[in-house]
Nanobody
Framework: QMQPVESGGGLVQPGGSLRLSCEAPPFIWLRWDMGWYRQAPGKAREFVAR???????TIADAVKGRFSISRDDTKGFTYLDMNNLRSEDTAVYYC????????WGRGTQVTVSS
């Protein structure tokens, strides 16, 4: 495994919650900040959240107060907890490492719909 791998996407009703998981090899998550981006149909990819190796989070204004990012260094996982989901959160969510060049996962689909 040479890149992050996302899981946990799916269909959820408005107001619901999901947890996305990202597994990355140690040579990635030990060294670089990890984060999440998303891309909705017809729109550019946008930043969602970042967590430094020292666990300092940055959350995009569009999801602040609803999303949070965390990591489990014992397992090499980075998580995105999404609460009070809205239809506008529908997108493919990508896990990535802030290396140069960045490491990107292939994405996981999140659909918020009733």
């Amino acid at each position: 495994q040479m890149q992050p791998v996302e899981s946990g996407g799916g269909l959820v009703q408005p107001g619901g919650s999901l947890r996305l998981s990202c597994e990355a090899p140690p040579f990635i998550w030990l060294r670089w900040d990890m984060g999440w981006y998303r891309q909705a149909p017809g729109k550019a990819r946008e930043f969602v959240a970042r967590l430094t190796t020292r666990r300092v989070p940055t959350i995009a204004d569009a999801v602040k107060g609803r999303f949070s990012i965390s990591r489990d260094d014992t397992k090499g996982f980075t998580y995105l907890d999404m609460n009070n989901l809205r239809s506008e959160d529908t997108a493919v969510y990508y896990c990535m490492a802030f290396a140069d060049p960045a490491y990107w996962g292939r994405g996981t689909q999140v659909t918020v719909s009733s």
